[in-house]
């Protein structure tokens, strides 16, 4: 018996020196990435610090509203499609009862997560915008340091965002984006989408956000919406945690369903 749990205390030494390993190789090829791109953030100095203060007043708690004009939920028209993506569209149309992202509490990503209906935070430090955004405990980092976009980003639910002033608007432009996202509601998208987003107060609480989506695979045009943001200075973020009391299932079909029974009482299974 000691024989066999010294063999396991083993195989577990090794299994953890491999981990530690791969990690130590990925963090050296990232830093080698960051290299080859020349680009090094300096540190922020006073001067950085005080230029934020010359910049329009984006801190807070914001909210897309219910309804009424220029509320979140107003759809705009359907993105026009080539054939190809046009015949997927259709595709996740007629499945969209099946297991889905959502249900398997998976974020919308990019540009989705943006009119969620749930709060979101933007924080100004130099040479970054953060966006703490209350679905899903989302952070999204938008980089106005200078940096280069990436020629070969890593996919990801927010792409890499690198952003830069335009007067007092914001412009951002996002690339490399996870198959798991879509560009509209179940609307696929290639890996050559790229986003466009530009940030601009209309009064003092209100933020207008215009969204174009280009993607020379999956659209025949330019992809354009424009959301509302409402400002709750006395708001904070609450904690979102999707399996936390989750209530979606997927049943031995596929098909993904809501579990209704009440909290405290005995489930019945689908």
Known sequence: MMRNYESRLMRHAKNAFRG???????????????????????????????ALAKLPDFTGVWEVPMGGPGGGFMLPARPS????????????????????????????????????????????????VTIVIEAFS?????????RPIPSDPDPTYFGTSIGHWEGDTLVVESVGFSDHTELAMRTPHSDKMRILEHFKLTDPNTMSIETTVTDPDALTAPYTSTRTLKRHRSWTIAEYICEDNNRNFVDKNGKAGINLTPPGTKATKP
């Open 20 to 50: 530690f390993i791969v990690a130590a190789l990925a963090s050296v090829a990232f830093a080698s990435v960051a290299a080859a791109q020349g680009f090094k953030r300096p540190a922020p100095t006073p001067a950085d610090w005080a």
């Open 81 to 128: 499609l080539t054939p190809e993506y046009a015949a997927k569209a259709k595709a996740l149309a007629a499945n969209a009862g099946e297991d889905t992202s959502s249900a398997n509490c998976l974020p919308p990503g990019m540009p989705g997560i943006m009119g969620e209906p749930y709060p979101m935070e933007f924080l100004l430090t130099p040479g970054q």
């Open 138 to 146: 989302m952070v999204r980092h938008i980089y106005t340091d200078g």
